[in-house]
């Protein structure tokens, strides 16, 4: 079923991190709708430049660059962000938090209304299973990894920084996935394919997860609820200075999922397990390991990664539903059949000649 999505803002856009998986999703919806937008990103990007959206060539910390995209727009959604489960605390410290807080500084400086931002739901992990858990869940103090805690704070940054002149929110979208994604299918099937994945501790824990056209429906809905300073619904309160768990509402036994996939593309299924606690002991000693002899990459598993692939984690969607008129219109089925449809053309192209014969 197609859920209308409410009118949105009609003014200028600026995406921060537009070129990435969700940014760049969330940029082609705004200008199929007609909307001015505009991308800040780190380097060029040929092919929005083709479609002519401006991109901003500046980082997070670049107090000229933040001022020239921010200069005459209405709405920010701020995407970027330093990812992933390993690495220096202090470049995710530079690009999450700082990053963060000279973007709202700009916000204000140049009079932009409204700031959506992209946070994650890791910012309320605290190493328990989390099951239907709601935004009430405090933001986590400690956590083994670096990315959860540095979002964290710049949520609270963006959160506190609301008021009458700008506007804030922010959106806790949980494992994006979808055609295109480059990191957590590519990921999950490299791995299998080179028989490095196991099943970490029962093998039944669930979790949430979203497709990116659902997730960009929500960055859009925050928009249009933000603009109209109250909730999308008739029973919605002011989504402003709030944060709201975005999923597909149909949490999946990820290890289920996973072999699902798997067989859709005819891959042996995992099988083979760990307990949580071996892997996590794995991790204590790879992070160690990688610390001390300054290891580029990430270690083959971390503590974060053991655990997250153990616990349940999945969150009510109802204060969205509530406050955003968020619904998924793709479910999971139908999501991963156009993912299952999308990879095994890739597999085709790959498989097919490079250079042709032209002869009968």
Same mark, same amino acid.
């Given at each position: 079923?197609?859920?209308?999505?409410?009118?949105?803002?009609?003014?200028?856009?600026?995406?921060?991190?537009?070129?990435?998986?969700?940014?760049?999703?969330?940029?082609?919806?705004?200008?199929?709708?007609?909307?001015?937008?505009?991308?800040?990103?780190?380097?060029?990007?040929?092919?929005?430049?083709?479609?002519?959206?401006?991109?901003?060539?500046?980082?997070?910390?670049?107090?000229?660059?933040?001022?020239?995209?921010?200069?005459?727009?209405?709405?920010?959604?701020?995407?970027?962000?330093?990812?992933?489960?390993?690495?220096?605390?202090?470049?995710?410290?530079?690009?999450?938090?700082?990053?963060?807080?000279?973007?709202?500084?700009?916000?204000?400086?140049?009079?932009?209304?409204?700031?959506?931002?992209?946070?994650?739901?890791?910012?309320?992990?605290?190493?328990?299973?989390?099951?239907?858990?709601?935004?009430?869940?405090?933001?986590?103090?400690?956590?083994?990894?670096?990315?959860?805690?540095?979002?964290?704070?710049?949520?609270?940054?963006?959160?506190?920084?609301?008021?009458?002149?700008?506007?804030?929110?922010?959106?806790?979208?949980?494992?994006?996935?979808?055609?295109?994604?480059?990191?957590?299918?590519?990921?999950?099937?490299?791995?299998?394919?080179?028989?490095?994945?196991?099943?970490?501790?029962?093998?039944?824990?669930?979790?949430?997860? +979203?497709?990116?056209?659902? $997730?960009?429906? &929500?960055?859009?809905? @925050? *928009? /249009?609820?933000?603009? #109209?300073? %109250?909730? !999308?619904?008739?029973?919605?309160?002011?989504?402003?200075?709030?944060?709201?768990?975005?999923?597909?509402?149909?949490?999946?036994?990820?290890?289920?999922?996973?072999?699902?996939?798997?067989?859709?593309?005819?891959?042996?299924?995992?099988?083979?397990? +760990?307990?949580?606690?071996? $892997?996590?002991? &794995?991790?204590?000693? @790879? *992070? /160690?390991?990688?610390? #001390?002899? %300054?290891? !580029?990459?990430?270690?083959?598993?971390?503590?974060?990664?053991?655990?997250?692939?153990?616990?349940?984690?999945?969150?009510?969607?109802?204060?969205?539903?509530?406050?955003?008129?968020?619904?998924?219109?793709?479910?999971?089925?139908?999501?991963?059949?156009?993912?299952?449809?999308?990879?095994?053309?890739?597999?085709?192209?790959? *498989? /097919?000649?490079?250079?042709?014969?032209?002869?009968?």
């Amino acid at each position: 079923m197609t859920i209308p999505l409410p009118a949105s803002p009609t003014g200028p856009v600026l995406v921060t991190g537009g070129t990435g998986f969700l940014g760049r999703r969330l940029v082609l919806r705004l200008r199929a709708a007609g909307r001015p937008v505009r991308v800040l990103a780190r380097r060029p990007d040929p092919g929005l430049a083709a479609l002519g959206i401006p991109v901003v060539t500046a980082s997070l910390h670049d107090a000229a660059g933040l001022a020239a995209a921010c200069a005459g727009v209405e709405t920010v959604f701020h995407v970027a962000a330093r990812v992933g489960v390993w690495g220096p605390e202090a470049e995710f410290q530079r690009t999450n938090v700082e990053g963060t807080e000279a973007l709202v500084a700009a916000c204000r400086a140049q009079g932009v209304a409204r700031l959506i931002h992209t946070s994650s739901p890791s910012v309320v992990y605290n190493g328990r299973d989390l099951a239907g858990a709601d935004e009430s869940l405090p933001l986590t103090t400690a956590c083994p990894s670096p990315y959860p805690l540095t979002k964290a704070a710049a949520e609270r940054l963006v959160l506190a920084a609301h008021g009458p002149a700008l506007r804030t929110t922010a959106l806790r979208p949980h494992l994006i996935w979808g055609e295109g994604d480059p990191h957590l299918v590519p990921r999950v099937l490299q791995r299998a394919r080179a028989g490095r994945l196991r099943i970490v501790g029962s093998g039944r824990n669930r979790v949430d997860m +979203v497709h990116v056209d659902n $997730a960009v429906d &929500a960055h859009l809905l @925050a *928009e /249009a609820a933000l603009a #109209a300073g %109250r909730g !999308a619904t008739a029973a919605g309160r002011d989504p402003g200075g709030r944060a709201y768990f975005i999923t597909n509402a149909e949490p999946v036994v990820l290890w289920d999922w996973i072999n699902g996939l798997l067989r859709g593309l005819e891959l042996p299924p995992v099988t083979r397990r +760990v307990p949580l606690g071996v $892997a996590w002991a &794995a991790g204590v000693v @790879a *992070e /160690a390991w990688w610390r #001390a002899f %300054r290891l !580029a990459g990430e270690p083959p598993v971390t503590r974060f990664v053991a655990a997250e692939l153990a616990k349940d984690h999945w969150f009510d969607p109802g204060a969205a539903r509530r406050d955003l008129g968020y619904e998924p219109r793709l479910s999971m089925a139908a999501g991963t059949e156009r993912l299952l449809a999308h990879l095994r053309a890739q597999r085709v192209g790959s *498989e /097919a000649p490079k250079n042709p014969s032209s002869a009968d």
